[in-house]
C-alpha cells in the first residue's frame, strides 16, 4: 500500500465521547474539519464497551455535514484491538492512536487495521492513522514514527500527558522543543503535524488562545485538536489559508508558470521579484485551502 494523496485539510478536530449523545446530536453543526469519536480518556473503564457499541451510529450522526469522522482509540493492546474491530468502517475515515511507543508500535496497529478492512469489504488503505507521541521514551523515535506507516497522515507530540511523565506543566515553553521536533518530523515524512502551544484546554480566554494558534501557526503546525466547540471557527480563522492569501498565491502561481511558459529565466509579480521557493510556498497554501 503506498501513501494515498493528497493529505487531509484538516484545520480543526473536535473531540466528543463516543457516549455524549447530545454532544454527538450537535457536532456536525460545530464546522470542524473533523470530529474525533474518543473512546480514550473522555470514556471511563466501565463503559467502553458500551462506547464502542455506540461508535456506528455516532460515526453517521456527526459525519452528516461532510465532516471527517475520526476515532481515538486506547493505548492498551487488550482495548486497543477490539476498539480498532468496532471503528473501521466506511464512515470512519481515521483513527488516532494515543501514547504511540515507536514505529512497530504504528506498523502492528496498522496490519489489525489491515485485517479489519479485509474483514469489512473496505478497499486496502481507506483507514488513515494519527499518530500521538505523549511520553518521554518515545520522543526520540519521532523520525521513525513520523515515517512508520503509509497509513499515517498526522503527528502531534505533547500535551497533558508528556508534561506528567515529565513532571512539567503543559506551558508554551515546556512543550515549545517537542513540538519544534514533531514539526520537523511530521513535515520530513510528508505528514501533517497537528498541535497548539498554548492555553488549549481553556475556553474562556479566546483571545489567548487566538493568538497561541497564531504563533502555532507560523511555527508549522497544520492542524489541531480541540475539546471546545469555542476553539473550532478559532482554529479554522488562524489555521486555514485567508480568502486574500488564496487569491494572492492563484495569481502569483499563474504569472510564475506563465513566466516560465514564455521562456523567461526572472519573473516579476506586483513589485517584486519571485523564485521557486516563493513559488512553492503559494503552491502549498492552495493545497490547504478547503473548497467553499
Known amino acids: 500500500m503506498t501513501r494515498r494523496a493528497p493529505l487531509p485539510t484538516w484545520r480543526s478536530l473536535l473531540f466528543v465521547p463516543a457516549t455524549a449523545e447530545r454532544f454527538v446530536a450537535k457536532a456536525h453543526t460545530r464546522g470542524a474539519d473533523a470530529i474525533i469519536l474518543d473512546l480514550e480518556d473522555s470514556i471511563p473503564p466501565a463503559e467502553k464497551e458500551a462506547a464502542r457499541a455506540a461508535l456506528a451510529a455516532a460515526a453517521r450522526t456527526v459525519g452528516q455535514a461532510g465532516a471527517d469522522v475520526v476515532v481515538r482509540i486506547n493505548r492498551p493492546l487488550e482495548l486497543a484491538v477490539p476498539d480498532i474491530a468496532a471503528a473501521v468502517m466506511p464512515e470512519v475515515a481515521a483513527l488516532m492512536l494515543p501514547k504511540v511507543m515507536g514505529p512497530e508500535h504504528v506498523r502492528l496497529l496498522s496490519e489489525v487495521v489491515a485485517a479489519r478492512e479485509a474483514a469489512r469489504g473496505l478497499p486496502p488503505g481507506h483507514t488513515r492513522l494519527i499518530a500521538l507521541v505523549e511520553t518521554p521514551a518515545a520522543l526520540a523515535h519521532l523520525n521513525a514514527i513520523a515515517a512508520a506507516d503509509p497509513r499515517l497522515v498526522a503527528l502531534g507530540a505533547g500535551g497533558e500527558d508528556l508534561a ?3 513532571e512539567s506543566q503543559p506551558t508554551p515553553d515546556a512543550m515549545y522543543v517537542f513540538a519544534m521536533l514533531a514539526i520537523a518530523a511530521a513535515r520530513a515524512a510528508g505528514i501533517l503535524p497537528m498541535g497548539v ?18 504563533r502555532s501557526r507560523a511555527l508549522g503546525f497544520a492542524c489541531a485538536a480541540c475539546i471546545h466547540p469555542a476553539h473550532v471557527p478559532i482554529i479554522n480563522e488562524e489555521y486555514g489559508p485567508k480568502p486574500e492569501e488564496v487569491e494572492r498565491a492563484r495569481r502569483l502561481v499563474a504569472a510564475f508558470e506563465e513566466a516560465v511558459a514564455r521562456g523567461q529565466g526572472a519573473v516579476a509579480f506586483e513589485g517584486a521579484m519571485i523564485d521557486l521557493p516563493i ?14
Do not use: I, K
Open 164 to 166: 506528567t511523565e515529565l
Open 279 to 292: 513559488v512553492e510556498r503559494a503552491r502549498r497554501l492552495l493545497a490547504r485551502a478547503r473548497p467553499g
Open 197 to 214: 502551544l498554548g492555553p488549549f484546554a481553556d475556553f474562556r480566554d479566546l483571545e489567548a488562545y487566538r493568538a497561541g494558534l497564531r
